[in-house]
């Protein structure tokens, strides 16, 4: 009986291994991807797709200047954005996942509460750190930095209250967490544009 159960054992934990991976290996390796993406190292995705989302944003910028104006690519004002972006990914990653634990919840007055605090706390962080970190990267002055923000900053923000509470209540309302950063990635290709082209080049004088 001893030797019959030493004999099964291994027969046994055979099968359960070939049973384990057959079962792993019928799992769609895009779901595998996506799984990690969205979950493990989604601050790795957000963070990522922030910095290369401004870079493209300020490429687009340059492109419409340039339609105007003959002059060429300034490829570190985009590695300037793209940099700055990687800052500013990790600090968004935090702030909404601190939010939906704040706030938990789809409902209506939850929605419009996270709205409101995204518009006052979130937007002009990031509208800061766009104007700040990026004219620093380019070699401003801490006195250059803070005449432009001065000139630049209560606009942008205006414009920003414009643009994005209906956008993020189909993001709070609708998205779960995982995609809410994406989702603001996505939605931001063209406003990036615009941020950047402010930023660069426009000027109420």
Same mark, same amino acid.
């Given at each position: 009986?001893?030797?019959?159960?030493?004999?099964?054992?291994?027969?046994?934990?055979?099968?359960?291994?070939?049973?384990?991976?057959?079962?792993?290996?019928?799992?769609?390796?895009?779901?595998?991807?996506?799984?990690?993406?969205?979950?493990?190292?989604?601050?790795?995705?957000?963070?990522?797709?922030?910095g290369?989302?401004?870079?493209?944003?300020?490429?687009?910028?340059?492109?419409?200047?340039?339609?105007?104006?003959?002059?060429?690519?300034?490829?570190?004002?985009?590695?300037?954005?793209?940099?700055?972006? =990687?800052?500013?990914? +990790? #600090?968004?990653?935090s702030?909404?996942?601190? &939010?939906?634990?704040g *706030?938990? $919840?789809?409902?209506?007055?939850?929605?419009?509460?996270?709205?409101?605090?995204?518009? =006052?706390?979130?937007? +002009? #962080?990031?509208?800061?750190?766009?104007?700040? &970190?990026?004219s620093? *990267?380019? $070699?401003?002055?801490?006195?250059?930095?803070?005449?432009?923000?001065?000139?630049?900053? =209560?606009?942008?923000?205006?414009?920003?209250?414009?643009?994005?509470?209906? &956008?993020?209540?189909?993001?709070?309302?609708?998205?779960?967490?995982?995609?809410?950063?994406?989702?603001?990635?996505?939605?931001?290709?063209?406003?990036?544009?615009?941020?950047?082209?402010?930023?660069?080049?426009?000027?109420?004088?």
């Amino acid at each position: 009986m001893f030797y019959r159960n030493r004999l099964s054992n291994p027969l046994r934990m055979g099968y359960q291994a070939v049973s384990f991976y057959s079962t792993n290996s019928q799992i769609p390796s895009s779901t595998r991807f996506r799984s990690k993406v969205f979950g493990k190292y989604l601050i790795v995705t957000n963070t990522v797709g922030s910095g290369i989302l401004l870079a493209i944003g300020d490429a687009g910028a340059q492109q419409y200047e340039r339609l105007s104006e003959k002059k060429a690519f300034d490829y570190s004002r985009s590695g300037s954005m793209m940099i700055t972006g =990687l800052v500013i990914g +990790p #600090i968004q990653h935090s702030f909404y996942l601190l &939010l939906d634990r704040g *706030l938990p $919840g789809t409902h209506r007055w939850g929605v419009l509460h996270k709205i409101l605090a995204d518009q =006052l706390i979130m937007s +002009p #962080i990031y509208i800061f750190l766009v104007f700040y &970190l990026s004219s620093l *990267l380019e $070699g401003k002055t801490i006195m250059e930095c803070n005449a432009e923000l001065s000139e630049k900053f =209560l606009f942008t923000w205006m414009l920003d209250c414009c643009i994005w509470p209906g &956008l993020q209540f189909l993001n709070f309302r609708y998205f779960k967490f995982i995609y809410r950063v994406v989702f603001i990635n996505l939605a931001s290709c063209l406003y990036v544009v615009l941020l950047s082209y402010i930023k660069h080049s426009f000027s109420k004088t």
